[in-house]
């Protein structure tokens, strides 16, 4: 009795942690134009800011805009699902897994807005928008170049030792699969959230099973 027992937490924790780690959350988008507003092509590029609605006890997170096909405006709230960009599988994006190192490439070029100047964030933001959506905007030389950054940093051996786990992309939850349509765009962000990995929390229950098992083994023996 004491091992079915066993074997039914271990059933239960592990679809809590896959169920906890599927929640989406809610956001709000800022409530007026970025600092410092630089722009490029007729959009503003760089970071934005926001907050998640779902949970007001974490700080303004930032957010970094990949997706051009779609639209937001000033103060806009809406529910997303939140994908780690450490993962091998990421269906609850626009662009889908098959689209994942361009989400990283994306990714690591979004932290070339904190150290670069911002006459380079409009080259940055373009690469960023093509590597998901080719050909718009036409970036010229400066997108060219950051485009040719983000490819030679994926042939290097930096690539598969670089922490992943940092980024989150945030994708409205009746937009997964939709390059357009379905809500309001998507966003790559490095903040931490409260929403629980996948892989960590099935390990986590992996290793409170594996414990659960020994002790009710020694009951037994006992």
Same mark, same amino acid.
């Given at each position: 009795?004491?091992?079915?027992? *066993? ?19 809610? /956001? ?5 134009? %970025? ?7 007729? $959009? $503003? ?11 007001? *006890? ?14 937001? *405006? ?7 699902? &939140? ?7 990421? %269906? ?17 070029? *979004? ?25 718009? %905007?036409?970036?010229?030389?400066? #997108? ?23 980024? $989150? ?16 765009? #998507? ?6 959230? !409260?929403?629980? #990995? ?9 290793? /409170? ?5 020994? &002790?009710? !083994? ?5």
């Amino acid at each position: 009795m004491r091992v079915l027992r *066993t074997i039914s937490l271990a059933v239960a924790l592990t679809v809590t942690a896959t169920a906890a780690a599927a929640q989406p959350i809610g /956001l709000k988008f800022q409530s007026g134009r %970025p600092s410092p507003a630089v722009t490029g092509y007729g $959009y $503003y590029v760089g970071p934005f800011s926001g907050t998640v609605t779902s949970n007001p *006890t974490l700080p303004t997170i930032n957010l970094f805009c990949v997706d051009i096909l779609n639209s937001i *405006t000033w103060g806009f709230q809406w529910t997303a699902n &939140v994908t780690s960009l450490a993962l091998t599988s990421i %269906p609850n994006t626009r662009q889908g897994t098959a689209a994942l190192n361009s989400y990283r490439q994306a990714a690591w070029l *979004t932290t070339k807005y904190a150290t670069t100047n911002i006459n380079q964030w409009a080259g940055i933001q373009a690469a960023v928008w093509n590597l998901l959506n080719p050909g718009s %905007p036409n970036g010229g030389a400066a #997108e060219a170049y950051w485009l040719n950054q983000a490819n030679t940093f994926q042939s290097s051996s930096g690539w598969n030792s670089y922490n992943w786990g940092q980024f $989150y992309v945030l994708t409205p939850v009746n937009a997964a699969g939709l390059v357009k349509g379905g809500g309001t765009q #998507e966003f790559i962000t490095t903040s931490p959230f !409260v929403t629980p #990995e996948p892989g960590t929390l099935i390990l986590l229950a992996t290793g /409170l099973v594996g414990v659960i098992g020994i &002790v009710a !083994v020694r009951s037994i023996r006992a």
